[in-house]
């Protein structure tokens, strides 16, 4: 039983490091109302906020994980595995995971798990992951070797407040989102949120990205194909975005689409640069040393010099194609600098590695307060665990026999994400559930009563008057 505060379990004055940089030095920071209130130019490191002791169990600080409103905080670090100190595990929390907000500034995200439980690959979500709420020059992963974060199973429903990295405010500029796992939340994985954006969040494109909001709205690469054989996957698409100018487009392999069909960024394979001409435009043509599962399908963001990341693009399905000949080249138009892998790509993140078996169970009718149930079936294999995320009230799963069963209590559509744990991988897919009312059958106008005797009932006729 958490026996948590009422208000902050930890509130800094600035300059302090909540705990630190091994696992002896880490604090279990759960059950309170807000996890962890920061001052300026803190550090938080090696933690367990809004879990119990093994990082297997949500004890949810009610609101907030960690709240940032001063500048300079570290959150996390490099680690070889998101989630070991110095980076933290954020999960399991009410309102979100992380929020930073303004007059904060110029925090530094790297090393997490956030929604995820300890091993990066069972749902502990938050309601959303990170927010970013009118906070600018935000690092949350990065370039180097180690900083990228889990950012996994956080949110309810396909809306900004459930999303894996919400940024809001046309002040939240400048925060570079690059290098992390970000998947399988139910909002977008990353959403720049406007009150104008399409359906689940996704903000159009607009022709050499003139808009302004977070992230001054910087447009998301158009992917046109993606195909992968014999050790190399080649990646062609276009972007759109202020003239004359370099961006960094990050590349992500996923075992599937998000259900908006805009990605999200399961695995990060590597990165190239492209700079757009007088007319806006930058085509992409790059080819990587990595083999990505013919199936799967990649997404891209763009980022600009000054920090602006985008939205995830819509998903391209991975092909298989012919051979690539050695040594040569993926063809780039004239004038156009070379597409070039940014260092060596990185492998699929410890403890998501690609399965082969699938989840083939899909969509259901539930009818509300009637008793029914549902198999998670799967192809390929026996899976050791199952589980579910994200069902309508009313109903639970048995992580033993994939059952989803109960009485649902509220009318709805839902989006659950379905598990099922191999020995070496775990498969994941959304499925759509709607509850609905019970339509009754018409009643029948019941037959007039017989009258006694079996004759026909008799109805005096009044006498006339004299």
Not at 83 to 97: E, R
Not at 440 to 457: I, L, Q, V, W
Request: charge should be negative; aromatic fraction near 6%.
């Amino acid at each position: 039983m958490a026996l948590g505060n009422g208000q902050q379990g930890v509130t800094s004055g600035g300059g302090n490091l909540i705990g630190g940089d091994t696992a002896a030095a880490g604090n279990v920071i759960s059950g309170n109302n807000r996890g962890i209130e920061l001052g300026t130019s803190d550090v938080v490191q090696g933690n367990f906020i809004g879990t119990d002791l093994t990082g297997t169990i949500a004890l949810p600080n009610v609101n907030i994980g960690v709240n940032d409103a001063f500048s300079g905080s570290t959150i996390g670090g490099l680690t070889s595995t998101p989630g070991t100190p110095p980076g933290n595990l954020i999960s399991g929390n009410g309102i979100g995971g992380l929020v930073i907000a303004f007059p904060a500034s110029g925090a530094t995200v790297q090393g997490n798990i956030i929604g995820a439980d300890i091993t990066g690959t069972q749902p502990l979500g938050n309601e959303m992951g990170i927010s970013i709420v009118h906070a600018g020059s935000c690092t949350v992963g990065g370039t180097d070797a180690g900083a990228g974060n889990i950012v996994a199973f956080n949110g309810t429903s396909c809306e900004a407040e459930h999303a894996g990295v919400i940024v809001t405010g046309s002040d939240a500029t400048a925060n570079r989102i690059l290098g992390n796992s970000i998947f399988s939340n139910a909002g977008l994985g990353i959403d720049l949120f406007m009150v104008f954006d399409g359906p689940c969040g996704i903000t159009d494109n607009d022709t050499c990205d003139t808009d302004i909001g977070p992230n001054n709205l910087q447009n998301y690469p158009v992917l046109t194909s993606a195909t992968s054989s014999l050790g190399r996957t080649t990646i062609q698409g276009s972007l759109n975005s202020a003239p004359n100018t370099a961006f960094r487009i990050e590349f992500f392999d996923n075992h599937q689409c998000h259900p908006s069909g805009n990605g999200s960024g399961e695995a990060f394979i590597g990165s190239t640069d492209v700079m757009t001409d007088g007319n806006c435009d930058a085509p992409i043509s790059v080819t990587f040393d990595v083999t990505v599962e013919t199936g799967h399908v990649i997404t891209a963001t763009a980022t600009d010099p000054t920090g602006n990341t985008s939205e995830f693009s819509a998903c391209v399905r991975v092909n298989s194609g012919g051979p690539t000949p050695t040594g040569t080249p993926s063809a780039t138009p004239t004038g156009t600098p070379s597409a070039t892998p940014t260092g060596t790509p990185s492998p699929t993140p410890t403890g998501t590695p690609v399965c082969n078996q699938s989840i083939t169970s899909g969509d259901a009718i539930w009818y509300l307060g009637r008793f029914d149930s549902y198999q998670i079936t799967v192809s390929g294999g026996n899976p050791s665990s199952y589980n579910a995320t994200q069902l309508p009230p009313g109903l639970t799963v048995n992580t033993n026999t994939g059952v989803i069963s109960g009485r649902p209590t509220i009318v709805n559509t839902y989006f659950p994400m379905l598990f099922a744990t191999f020995s070496t991988c775990t498969v994941v897919k959304t499925v759509n559930f709607t509850v609905t009312r019970i339509t009754p059958a018409p009643r029948p106008t019941p037959p007039a009563p017989p009258s006694p005797h079996g004759t026909p009932a008799f109805t005096p006729v009044p006498r006339p008057t004299p």
